[in-house]
C-alpha cells in the first residue's frame, strides 16, 4: 500500500503564506502523478495543482500566480508553496497520488493524504 503524509497545515492570516509537504511511502515517486486538491465546507474536492511524473504543472485559475507546486525526488516529497492567501482558500488540503497520466482528474487517484486544515482569516 502507498501511503501520503501531509505537514504544514495551520492558520494564517490573508496576504500570509505557507508551504504544505507530503511525503510519500510505498513506490518509485518518480513514476506517479501528484497533486493537490481541497475541500471547503458544503462544498465538492477541487483542484488546486497538479504535477505530471515529468514535472508539468497545472494550476487552478484562482490560485496560478499566488501557488507553486514543487517536488524533491531524493526526500520523495511534494510541495505546495501558498503565497498570498485569502479566506476562500480556506479548506482541507490533500495530496494524492497515483500511476496515471490524467494528473489533474481527482478520481483517478487511490492514494490520498490525511488532508490537514489551512484556514486564512481576513
Known amino acids: 500500500q502507498v501511503l501520503l503524509v501531509e505537514s504544514g497545515g495551520g492558520s494564517v492570516q490573508a496576504g500570509g503564506s505557507l508551504r504544505l509537504s507530503c511525503k510519500v511511502f510505498g513506490y518509485t515517486y518518480g513514476s506517479y502523478c501528484m497533486g493537490w486538491f481541497r475541500q471547503a465546507p458544503g462544498k465538492e474536492r477541487e483542484g488546486v495543482a497538479s504535477?505530471?511524473?515529468?514535472?508539468?504543472?497545472s494550476y487552478a485559475g484562482s490560485v496560478k500566480g499566488r501557488c507553486t507546486i514543487s517536488k524533491d525526488n531524493a526526500k520523495k516529497t511534494l510541495y505546495l508553496q501558498m503565497n498570498s492567501l485569502k479566506p476562500e482558500d480556506t479548506a482541507m488540503y490533500y495530496c494524492?497520488?497515483?500511476?496515471?497520466?490524467?494528473?489533474?482528474?481527482?478520481?483517478?487517484?487511490?492514494?490520498w493524504g490525511q488532508g490537514p486544515q489551512v484556514t486564512v482569516s481576513s
Open positions: 494524492a497520488a497515483d500511476v496515471h497520466n490524467r494528473c489533474w482528474s481527482q478520481s483517478e487517484y487511490n492514494y
Open positions: 504535477m505530471e511524473s515529468d514535472g508539468a504543472p
